[in-house]
């Protein structure tokens, strides 16, 4: 006769409970371990970017402290020499790098301008101003005309289409349909929803191009301009000086800069240009609007920031809204 231990089933059950219930805790263990490395991880990336942020702060802090110390009292000239020669500069800092570059933004077509609005300068002089532009980089004539239309249809306030130009109906037809902006350009890479923008035409125009919150044109400072934008000349005398005589003018232009702006014209290059057709107020031999275009890199984290600002002749500044983002 066989015989059964007592309580033969419940240890049974006793067993396969406590195992189950080993297994439930090792998944929420596991579970656990892995939120916590989650939680770990966030946090380490959300410092990361608070330290990155905190660099931007003081590169940029430095970058107008070095403008104000090299712009000097408010009237001396500036020199071909200084932080504003769009130089990339890299510095290494705890855990990455920190990469800095200032443009002067004196030196480029504010493509603001193309709409006055009524105000400051007519935008027919910026128009010749981006023609001649254009025309001596070769760029085709109907993409320039369609351009300047298309870029005052954007900035003004109306709906109407002007010859070339595009409002809203060029862009709800869109797959990504939106409205014309009817404001001013807040940054550069608008000019891609033009419908007459391509790759190759953005590629071409835009590094002699820039916005700024206001439809005038800053004169030129001659004294900081590189030799690869001797072509803003040629747009600046409407076409009246060749790229190739540009070039000459910064090429013969002293180490320390020109003295005077009457020095500038006195250039052979401007032989043919009389004193009546030289644009005034065109010129100048100090800058007031600055680009600082900055960028740090930390473990897993890259922000960057845009910012334009504007100095007054006693070093202050007055910064706009800056263009900023994160790669994770």
């Not at 942020?53 to 000097?72: H, K, T």
């Not at 077509?109 to 193309?114: E, G, H």
Request: with cysteine; proline share 6%; glycine share 8%.
């Amino acid at each position: 006769m066989t015989c059964k231990a007592p309580g033969g089933k419940d240890r049974g059950a006793a067993l396969v409970t406590a195992l189950m219930v080993v297994a439930f805790m090792a998944a929420v263990s596991v579970s656990l371990v892995e939120m916590m490395r989650h939680t770990l991880q966030r946090t380490s990336v959300f410092q990361d970017r608070v330290q990155a942020g905190a660099y931007l702060d003081g590169a940029q802090a430095y970058g107008e402290v070095l403008l104000a110390r090299f712009a000097g009292d408010g009237t001396s000239a500036f020199t071909p020499e200084g932080p504003w020669d769009g130089q990339v500069r890299v510095f290494p800092v705890e855990g990455g790098q920190l990469a800095a570059r200032i443009r002067d933004q004196n030196n480029c077509l504010n493509i603001n301008a193309l709409h006055a609005g009524g105000e400051g300068e007519s935008d027919d002089a910026a128009a010749e101003r981006l023609r001649a532009l254009a025309a001596a980089l070769d760029v085709p004539q109907a993409e320039t005309e369609d351009l300047i239309a298309q870029a005052a249809d954007w900035i003004d306030a109306d709906r109407s289409a002007r010859p070339g130009g595009a409002e809203d109906d060029a862009y709800l037809n869109r797959s990504m349909a939106h409205r014309a902006a009817n404001q001013p350009f807040v940054e550069l890479a608008e000019l891609r929803l033009l419908p007459v923008m391509t790759p190759a035409l953005y590629q071409r125009l835009a590094p002699y191009l820039c916005v700024l919150p206001a439809s005038l044109q800053p004169p030129l400072n001659v004294n900081t301009l590189q030799p690869d934008q001797s072509v803003l000349i040629t747009a600046l005398t409407g076409g009246a000086v060749s790229l190739q005589a540009a070039d000459q003018v910064l090429f013969r232009r002293p180490s320390t800069g020109f003295a005077s702006v009457e020095a500038f014209w006195a250039d052979p290059a401007f032989a043919e240009i009389g004193e009546d057709d030289r644009p005034a107020g065109a010129i100048a031999l100090r800058s007031e609007w600055f680009e600082l275009e900055l960028s740090v890199e930390l473990a897993d984290v890259r922000l960057v920031r845009v910012q334009t600002v504007r100095m007054d002749r006693t070093g202050g500044f007055a910064r706009l809204p800056p263009v900023q983002g994160a790669v994770l």
